[in-house]
């Protein structure tokens, strides 16, 4: 696998890293099942005892608020490979299997196999539960796969703290629904396309008309980049305009996940990036609100968001029939891409582990 592009700041990965199957398959390994993955809301939770299922790279989960914590368990039982818990949410003290009830505790401690007195050779110690590792920006729960994975809380320290400086409180807003939108393009490219605003200008009269181009930036982290985008406010001076409320910040949590907060008081959004394929992705926007949010501001926000990402689709589809037509092999990437250049380094160092 050739990854000698990645050499130059100036240049982007070869046409067929955005549409090949077998690179897409040491993805799916080396990548999405060694970093941390968005998990759902902690809001669905809302008493010992409640949980949800999820699936996460088509792994089913379950996340069960238990008097331990928040837990969260492959649901997969070990005896025969069923889903353990078929409902998408519910209330248990114990996850008992639909198929043939083999019952396990709060700890994921196999206590009940029916018929197990007549099975001498049946060690119940020998099938917990798979356990994940949880991390949390409240109310958002992460999941990794891998069993001491760095601490969620030091490897994104730095975004915690410009959230906090920011002054925003994502517990305290209200859900107000999703959007999906199914696009004919590879991860990779919506992930790039979200990473800079180069493009902007051009692509987003809406978005421009609010923020100041002048004054954008992307600053890049060892596994986050965040962008700060100012009010467009050319009467005010600079140090007026890093006020709180006054920017937006656009967060992106390497690999999938993103959370946005546009200038003004509460107010966010998710984008929630589902590969289903090498060609073929799924984002998911969540939009999170003040709840005494006048109805008519809820809908102007909800509307920019879904405006943006209309005009990010056609942008995204038509950049994948590029990279598919044969004429092209690299590009290159101006100073304000700098956080797609980020991004590529980061998959070139794991496209690389072994």
Known sequence: MDLSPLGSHKTLLPADFYYQEAIFQ??????????????????NLQKEGDFYTVDVLNVPIVIWLTKLGLKAFVNVCPHRGAQVKLEKSGSTKALSCHYHGWTWDQEGVLKRAPGERGEKDLHKCDYPLVELTIGEVDPFIFIHFEKNPQPFESQFSVLLDAIRTRGIDYSALTYHGAKSYRMKCNWKTV????????????????????????????????????QYG??????????????????GIYNYLYP??????????GNASTNIIEPLGPEETLVT???????????????????????VQVEDVTICEAVHRGLKSGFYQAGWL??????????????SEDLRYT
């Open 26 to 43: 040491r993805e799916k390994e080396n990548i999405f099942k060694k970093n941390w993955l968005y998990a759902g809301k902690r809001t």
């Open 191 to 226: 992930v790039e396309n979200f990473l800079e605003c180069y493009h902007c200008p051009v692509s987003h009269p809406s978005f421009c008309d609010l923020i100041s181009m002048a004054d954008y930036e992307v600053k890049t982290y060892p596994r986050h980049s965040t």
């Open 230 to 247: 100012y009010l467009r406010q050319p009467d005010q001076p600079l140090d007026a305009l890093v006020q709180p409320d006054s920017y």
């Open 256 to 265: 999938l996940f993103m959370v946005n907060t546009y200038p003004g008081a």
């Open 285 to 307: 926007y969540e939009f999170f609100l003040d709840p005494t949010m006048d109805p008519q501001e809820v809908e102007k926000n909800i509307s920019l968001v879904h405006e």
């Open 334 to 347: 101006m100073k304000a891409e700098n956080g797609v250049h980020h991004f590529q380094q980061l998959l």
